[in-house]
């Protein structure tokens, strides 16, 4: 099955609505991501090791939350200043912030730890402690990420982000061979979309169902193999590649989504 894409018209992220985002996607703890293939990933590292970046992450902490233990330095990058303003509320502890504590505790709690009230509170201490900065990013231009968090970093993770932007696989190919340049050599870019096209799940995505006041320039629909090819073509070894299918409660919606490792020659 070749790639599509859904054409919603030009997007203005200055609407974007960073809560109505988290609530309709993150509200049902983890229904959006396979967090067991994170938190596998993880454990290969040292404890307070990894300087990582979370590119295009919106206002989604998943990245954060699933690292925070091996992670020494976390920047997180977004474009709209809407998601980083929210990313900066919650590291502010604004009671009008996404709260994330029942993230965090499904998270523990499948890492094998207690998900107590004392425990969850360590743990955001410890993701606040080590987010260094929330900064401007921008994948189709030249100035990929803000002066100054060019890295390298050991990890990049990108979730949710180049599908919407890129509208073919070559696009999002060449991307993420401008993306490597902020990986160290042997490190490791974790891809994640959704909109993955399979034998029996066509997603609903931003066509659908109206999500955060906003529309996006296109929505790529594409084969998990895609994301595949895309990593090596850029010289990256696929380590592993999670595809989940899965019903949103909230939005009474199927989708599906790839998680793609990569290690960088």
Same mark, same amino acid.
């Given at each position: 099955?070749?790639?599509? !894409?859904?054409?919603?018209g030009?997007?203005?992220y200055?609407l974007?609505?960073?809560?109505?985002?988290?609530?309709?996607?993150?509200?049902?703890?983890?229904?959006?991501?396979?967090?067991t293939a994170?938190?596998?990933f993880?454990?290969?590292?040292? #404890?307070?090791s990894?300087a990582?970046?979370?590119?295009?992450?919106?206002?989604?902490?998943?990245?954060l939350? !699933?690292?925070?233990?091996?992670?020494?330095?976390?920047?997180? @990058?977004?474009y709209a200043n809407?998601?980083?303003?929210e990313?900066?509320?919650?590291?502010?502890?604004?009671?009008?912030?996404?709260s994330?504590?029942?993230?965090?505790r499904?998270?523990?709690?499948?890492?094998?730890?207690?998900?107590?009230?004392?425990?969850?509170?360590?743990?955001?201490?410890?993701?606040?402690?080590v987010?260094e900065?929330v900064?401007?990013? #921008?994948a189709?231009?030249?100035?990929?990420?803000?002066?100054?968090y060019?890295?390298p970093?050991?990890? !990049? /993770?990108?979730s949710?982000?180049?599908e919407?932007?890129?509208?073919?696989?070559?696009?999002?190919?060449?991307?993420?061979?401008?993306?490597?340049a902020?990986?160290?050599?042997?490190?490791?870019?974790?891809? /994640?979309v @959704?909109?993955?096209?399979?034998d029996?799940?066509?997603?609903?995505f931003?066509?659908?169902?109206?999500?955060?006041?906003?529309?996006?320039?296109?929505?790529?629909?594409?084969p998990?193999r895609?994301?595949v090819?895309?990593?090596?073509?850029?010289?990256?070894t696929? /380590?592993?590649?999670v595809?989940?299918?899965?019903?949103?409660?909230?939005?009474?919606?199927?989708?599906a989504?790839?998680?793609t490792f990569?290690?960088?020659s």
């Amino acid at each position: 099955m070749s790639a599509a !894409v859904i054409d919603n018209g030009r997007g203005n992220y200055a609407l974007f609505h960073s809560q109505d985002y988290l609530r309709k996607l993150f509200a049902d703890v983890g229904v959006l991501q396979d967090v067991t293939a994170h938190i596998e990933f993880f454990s290969q590292f040292p #404890d307070n090791s990894v300087a990582m970046l979370d590119y295009g992450g919106g206002p989604n902490l998943f990245a954060l939350i !699933v690292g925070a233990e091996k992670v020494a330095r976390y920047v997180h @990058s977004d474009y709209a200043n809407t998601n980083r303003d929210e990313v900066e509320k919650w590291r502010n502890m604004d009671p009008e912030a996404f709260s994330w504590k029942d993230n965090v505790r499904r998270i523990l709690k499948l890492e094998g730890r207690e998900g107590t009230d004392e425990v969850v509170l360590r743990r955001e201490d410890r993701m606040r402690r080590v987010l260094e900065a929330v900064v401007y990013c #921008d994948a189709k231009s030249d100035k990929m990420i803000a002066d100054g968090y060019e890295g390298p970093y050991d990890v !990049v /993770t990108c979730s949710f982000c180049l599908e919407c932007v890129f509208q073919t696989v070559e696009a999002l190919t060449e991307a993420i061979g401008r993306l490597s340049a902020l990986v160290k050599p042997g490190g490791y870019f974790v891809l /994640t979309v @959704s909109g993955v096209i399979g034998d029996h799940v066509i997603p609903y995505f931003f066509d659908q169902i109206p999500i955060a006041g906003f529309k996006y320039d296109g929505f790529l629909l594409a084969p998990a193999r895609c994301y595949v090819d895309a990593l090596k073509a850029n010289g990256y070894t696929v /380590t592993r590649q999670v595809v989940r299918s899965y019903h949103h409660p909230t939005l009474n919606v199927d989708d599906a989504i790839a998680i793609t490792f990569g290690k960088k020659s």
